[in-house]
């Protein structure tokens, strides 16, 4: 077993019980969401800034259905279990779950994390999950850089190449 294995979860329930063993009940659980399709340098600084506001990073993706759901035909362009791989390599993930609804307000429910972290393409108001946050006592944060990178971007101009 690889050592990212042990990082990266499907079932909500599996990763509840594994951050409790290993860290106990009391630390501040950031979340971060999204596709992450083709990983680029404002999803590091987006996630590396979340790290900040607590004291373990989750990072729920999309898995391939949801993605193509939100994204469109032809995506993902890198499978599902692929992308979760790649971010657990990052030193500010601490775990990663693949999920299939379009936003995290179920495992905003279930986690109840401290604080959830979404990136500066969102203000605080057009957060999908703001109501849900708000209702569980969870904090909802802007962070990274000015949204200046899109995987989608880099998609279509590797096409026209």
């Known amino acids: 077993m690889m050592e990212t294995d042990k990082k990266i979860f499907y079932e909500i329930n599996a990763l509840m019980d594994e951050i409790v063993r290993s860290h106990g009940p009391e630390k501040k659980i950031v979340l971060a969401n999204g596709c992450f399709d083709i990983l680029h340098v404002g999803h590091v ?6 790290a900040e506001y607590g004291d373990i990073l989750v990072v729920a993706i999309n898995d391939d259905a949801s993605t193509r ?7 993902p362009v890198i499978p ?4 979760a ?5 990052l ?23 401290s604080v959830h972290a979404k990136g500066t393409d969102y203000t605080e108001e057009s ?6 946050a708000m209702e569980t006592g969870c904090r909802t944060v802007i962070t990274g850089d000015p ?5 989608g971007d880099i998609i279509k101009k590797m096409r026209e190449e």
């Not at 500010?92 to 986690?111: A, H, K, Q």
């Not at 957060?127 to 849900?132: D, I, R, S």
């Not at 949204?147 to 995987?151: G, P, T, V």
């Open 45 to 50: 600084r987006y996630l590396s800034e979340a």
């Open 69 to 75: 759901r939100l994204k469109g035909g032809g995506r």
């Open 80 to 83: 599902g279990d692929e992308r």
């Open 85 to 89: 791989e790649i971010l657990t390599a």
């Open 91 to 113: 030193s500010s993930v601490d775990y990663v779950l693949l999920f299939s609804e379009s936003t995290v307000d179920g495992i905003i429910r279930e986690l109840r994390p």
């Open 127 to 132: 957060v999908p999950e703001a109501g849900t």
């Open 147 to 151: 949204k200046d990178h899109s995987s």
